[in-house]
């Protein structure tokens, strides 16, 4: 009988669970879709019942024929900086609020204002903003009293989910720290934040190891699960976080970008990495004594799904290849055209929660190449903004590895390297990333490892790509006008977003 981890990642748009073999295998995956409610004043939101209903589909579907025995071990990856009430039973008191909910905008300047926008960056590694929990505790204390004086704790995605699985409230550091309320030093809630956001700390759950073992499963939820009563339940780490080991970062400078849903810069270091302008973050690290400073874009992948959205609305089955062929008919610069890839607001490096996208110097003899190109573009300078700050605070970057679904577009990968200067990898498995990091999680914390450098078993990079020096100096000089474009419309937003608002418009 061979032996097997199984992986949950609890994402945005679903569920997957993987399977794999104590050697990094990959034996089964399969995943589960759920939907986002979005609504006014930038509300995002998901009923965390529907998270338990993708795990148990997904799973029962993957032990279909197998031995329950052969599962010694699970973990969960998922969504982090969200907000979800249960009470003393666990049961969900409303919808979670996503990452990507807007609503708290006021309570994140208030909780900037009352600790000092530098103390919280220095304790928590991160700005205060709305996309972090601290201000959506608050603004579900100020605006729902009844269901915050019933709340028993606040917990993350995979928090509710290990919850289920095993009947205890924890939380692990690298969701703590997107909280706005962890101290990345001393590994603890912060008293001074959590007091400037006059909050009640009883609400927040303990903070344990990544590796911990939770618990184990219950007899309830093996059977929902088709799992074995008692298998080992690893506390597990926050999606971004496991998205970096699956990518090998495991050791000070190793550098790789995530393009997703959402796009992201990460780095595994020995100290937080504090930008004198707090465009990036640091997030605690999986790894005891590591840390995981980001720099994330809210739109990454889902800006090529917008494209396919608006010119080619009636085929949403389109092919993204297609859409790269016609991008490759534009050179690079797209001809001069520039875009800017804040469709939902913008977390690094800008931090504008009412930033907006722009295609800027758009003329009559534009093609559709161009406007493909200037988008796929714009992720890469978007994110070589967050690379320049690492490469001088940290240690040169010679080379990155790239995962995500978006990973698989060689085009996409080739404008990355161009633009950023880099060799650039491609994973072996780069949708499959945050699994792999779960699952190494998982296999460590239950003695089947003996530390992270097993993730080698896991990841091997399948291709590489060399940047072209000559596109390089033409995105050099793309980069100060993409720069300076956003800075020019930036007191613009403000107008048009009251401009949204009065119209209804979401």
């Not at 509300?43 to 998270?51: G, H, V």
């Not at 849903?261 to 790894?287: L, M, N």
Request: glycine letters at 8%.
């Amino acid at each position: 009988m061979q032996k097997l981890i199984l992986a949950h990642d609890i994402g945005t748009s679903a569920t997957k669970a993987t399977l794999f073999s104590l050697n990094g295998t990959l034996v089964a995956s399969t995943s589960h879709p759920y939907e986002t409610r979005f609504g006014q004043g930038g509300s995002a939101e998901q009923n965390p019942l529907d998270w338990w209903d993708a795990v148990c589909i997904t799973t029962k579907s993957l032990m279909q024929n197998r031995d329950a025995e052969e599962v010694v071990a699970l973990a969960l990856s998922g969504m982090m900086m969200g907000c979800l009430c249960v009470d003393r039973l666990g049961t969900p008191l409303r919808n979670h609020l996503l990452y990507c909910d807007q609503r708290a905008v006021d309570q994140a300047a208030r909780l900037g204002q009352r600790a000092g926008k530098d103390a919280i960056y220095t304790i928590s590694g991160n700005r205060a903003n709305a996309v972090n929990s601290a201000a959506k505790f608050m603004w579900i204390k100020e605006n729902e009293p009844e269901t915050y004086r019933n709340t028993y704790k606040f917990l993350n995605a995979k928090d509710f989910i290990n919850f289920k699985l095993t009947g205890c409230f924890a939380t692990d550091p690298t969701d703590a720290s997107g909280t706005n309320l962890y101290d990345l030093k001393t590994g603890t809630w912060s008293p001074e934040l959590i007091e400037a956001a006059e909050l009640d700390v009883r609400l927040l759950p303990d903070i344990v190891p990544s590796t911990s073992v939770l618990g184990e499963l219950t007899s309830a939820a093996a059977t929902d699960l088709g799992l074995r009563p008692g298998t080992p339940v690893v506390e597990g780490a926050a999606d971004g976080i496991c998205a970096g080991i699956g990518a090998g970062s495991i050791a000070q400078g190793k550098t790789y970008i995530c393009l997703g849903s959402s796009a992201w810069v990460g780095i595994t270091t020995d100290e937080p990495v504090y930008d004198q302008e707090q465009r990036s973050i640091t997030f605690a690290h999986a790894i005891p004594g590591k840390y995981h400073p980001m720099g994330t874009m809210l739109a990454g992948g889902s800006l090529y799904s917008w494209l396919r959205s608006v010119f080619h609305p009636d085929d949403q089955k389109y092919p993204y290849a297609r859409m790269d062929e016609i991008a490759q008919t534009s050179k690079p610069g797209a001809n001069g055209l520039l875009f800017l890839p804040h469709l939902m607001g913008e977390r690094s490096p800008h931090w504008n929660s009412v930033a907006r996208g722009a295609w800027i110097g758009l003329d009559i003899t534009h093609s559709q190449g161009d406007l493909f190109r200037a988008v796929l573009e714009s992720v890469a300078l978007n994110l070589e903004v967050t690379v320049s700050i690492f490469k001088h605070m940290v240690a040169p970057i010679n080379e990155l590895t790239i995962i995500g679904g978006g990973a698989k577009g060689k085009f996409w990968r080739q404008i990355m390297a161009d633009i950023i200067g880099t060799k650039v990898f491609n994973s072996s498995n780069p949708e499959e990333a945050t699994a792999i990091g779960a699952a190494v999680i998982a296999g460590v914390g239950a003695g089947l490892y003996k530390d992270f450098s097993v993730v080698e078993q896991y990841f091997s990079a399948s291709s590489v790509v060399e940047p072209n020096s000559q596109h390089n100096r033409i995105h050099s000089q793309q980069k100060t006008l993409y720069i300076e474009a956003y800075k020019a419309l930036e007191p613009l937003l403000p107008a048009l977003a009251t401009l949204r608002e009065q119209h209804g418009v979401v």
